[in-house]
């Protein structure tokens, strides 16, 4: 059974810095490109950030420079550092583990955590 599970959403005023992380289990999670994205309310989901198994990192604009995203095999662990936080970063942001294979495309979802970024 695969599980993704993110932790260190919650409350934080604009300019501070959250870390959220994601613990993968039931994948080989070496093999696996993974991912941050968010949905913030009447919005379509985003990509946020990603990093391939290489370790090479992607960043949607509005995050360049103030996002950081980062794997730890040993830990089977994604984290994003989020820091500079403004209020259009409150969403809900969600880890993705993707891999395409020869027999198809694997792609699971963690059930998501809250950030808020407001006074």
């Known amino acids: 059974q695969v599980q993704l599970v993110e932790s260190g959403g919650g409350l934080v005023q604009p300019g501070g810095s959250l870390r959220l992380s994601c613990v993968a289990s039931?994948?080989?999670?070496?093999?696996?490109?993974m991912a941050w994205y968010r949905q913030a309310p009447g919005k379509q989901r985003e990509l946020v950030a990603s990093?391939?198994?290489?370790?090479?990192?992607n960043y949607v604009q509005s995050v360049k420079g103030r996002f950081t995203i980062s794997r730890d095999g040993a830990k089977k662990t994604v984290y994003l550092q989020m820091d500079s936080l403004k209020p259009e970063d409150t969403a809900v942001y969600y880890c993705?583990?993707?891999?395409?294979?020869?027999?198809?495309?694997?792609?699971?979802w963690g059930q998501g955590t809250q950030v808020t970024v407001s006074t």
């Open positions: 993705n583990a993707d891999r395409q294979t020869n027999s198809g495309r694997n792609n699971f």
């Open positions: 990093i391939t198994v290489a370790g090479n990192t």
């Open positions: 039931g994948i080989i999670f070496e093999l696996y490109a």
